[in-house]
């Protein structure tokens, strides 16, 4: 009987709830391999907002995109660059994604990504 209830606990334990989507995604001293990249995504509504900020110790091209059956679509990009940030307003309802990619140095990337539901 001991056994079974210690069982029961164990398999409680290792329940969690699910993420939230409405919270921040971010990083801090995030380290990127060279050439390679790094996203994080939302699932977003028509009149959401994506506030996103990050600072890089080396450049990356950095995107904010979603994916239309088999084309990418960026409406944000930087080339190069050392840090930025915005506030992205959707117009159209996907699964976005905020990505940076890593040249031949890779880079160390700190980030925050976080978004803004429209009052419904």
């Excluded at 907002?49 to 930087?78: C, E, K, Q």
């Excluded at 880079?107 to 539901?117: E, G, L, N």
Aim: hydrophobic share 50%.
């Amino acid at each position: 009987m001991k056994r079974a209830f210690v069982a029961v606990l164990a398999v409680a334990g290792c329940a969690s709830a699910p993420p939230d989507p409405d919270a921040a995604h971010a990083m801090d001293a995030l380290e990127i391999a060279p050439y390679r990249a790094h996203e994080t995504c939302f699932k977003l509504a028509d009149g959401d907002r994506l506030d996103w900020t990050f600072d890089s110790r080396a450049p990356v091209d950095f995107n904010l995109h979603y994916h239309d059956g088999p084309s990418v679509i960026m409406p944000v990009t930087l080339a190069a660059s050392y840090g930025s940030a915005g506030i992205f307003q959707v117009i159209v309802a996907h699964d976005y994604c905020a990505m940076w990619e890593a040249g031949p140095a890779g880079a160390i990337v700190t980030y925050r990504v976080k978004p803004i539901r429209a009052a419904r």
